[in-house]
């Protein structure tokens, strides 16, 4: 048993993509997920994503990881501007 209990990343990424499209709340807590929170519905297929480990072609999810310190650190910057 190795990688056969981990989900089908491509699947993983098609189901949430499909359910965010369309979910006012799952795009809200996308965009600021300090202030949102996924419905129940996206929050189950965000975890199944994330345990379908980093995405083999491209990286929006280390990327969304990124622009949320970076973010951050802007928040702590805005001072200088
Ligand atoms: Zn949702």
Redesign the pocket.
């Known amino acids: 048993m190795t990688s056969a209990s981990k989900p089908d990343w491509h699947a993983a990424d098609r189901a949430y993509q499909a359910?965010h499209g369309g979910?006012a709340?799952?795009k809200a807590a996308g965009i600021a997920p300090n202030r949102h929170e996924?419905?129940d519905?996206?929050a189950a297929l965000w975890a199944t994503y994330e345990q379908a480990g980093d995405p083999p072609h491209f990286t929006w999810l280390q990327i969304e990881r990124m622009r949320r310190e970076r973010l951050q650190q802007r928040q702590q910057h805005r001072g200088y501007r």
């Open positions: 359910h979910c709340q799952c996924r419905c519905e996206g």
